[in-house]
């Protein structure tokens, strides 16, 4: 897996492109928080063709950019926890929001993404939001706002709760090896360093 990071929109929220170097580049955008023009122009520089976007929450920050991309591609499908989809359609907490998409389709625990010959699990993480998800993509875990490096997110926003935050970074926690972590904000990390250190998961 070709894997590229790069930080976008207004607070600089970590999006990812991850591509099947196995299927002509088939690629997908994992939360991308604005800045399509920098996504569309990272994706050729690496020679990705971006099918498919996929929200790991549906907050503005990881969501404002899907509007351009989907001008830019039109009919890619675009996935999103459908609990999470009416915030990130008309906006919620904060104001801002992608509007309505045509292609939309909702992922949920168990389901899987398919691009090129990869595959996308769902592990369904709220506790940020009632929709968050966490993606697994062989070794790596694209984790949005639920566990980052030494913290997890937020709670105290409308439809966060610490109790299933608990329940996920626990879920996460017990997941069988080691991972990559690619979070939402900051910097990346692997599983088994959290464990060890990260003090949200210590509480459990």
Do not use: W
Not at 87 to 96: L, P, Q, S
């Amino acid at each position: 897996m070709k894997l590229e990071s790069l930080q976008v929109g207004l607070i600089g929220t970590n999006c990812y492109l991850i591509a099947d170097e196995s299927a002509d580049n088939a690629a997908a955008v994992i939360d991308p928080g604005g800045n399509a023009d920098m996504i569309l122009a990272a994706a050729k520089r690496a020679g990705m063709d971006i099918q498919i976007i996929l929200l790991t929450h549906g907050h503005f920050d990881h969501v404002m950019g899907v509007p351009d991309l989907l001008k830019a591609l039109p009919g890619i499908p675009v996935y999103i926890a459908e609990v999470d989809y009416p915030e990130a359609r008309d906006g919620g907490a904060f104001g801002y929001c992608m509007g309505p998409v045509d292609t939309i389709r909702f992922f949920d625990e168990g389901d899987t993404v398919t691009l090129g010959n990869l595959k996308i699990d769902v592990l369904r993480t709220p506790g940020h939001t009632r929709g968050s998800v966490t993606l697994r993509v062989e070794d790596c875990l694209f984790s949005g706002d639920t566990l980052f490096c030494g913290s997890c997110g937020r709670t105290d926003l409308p439809g966060g709760d610490f109790r299933a935050m608990q329940r996920s970074l626990k879920r996460l926690s017990d997941l069988p090896g080691d991972f990559r972590v690619y979070p939402g904000h900051d910097s990346s990390t692997t599983l088994e360093r959290e464990r060890r250190y990260n003090p949200f998961m210590q509480r459990m």
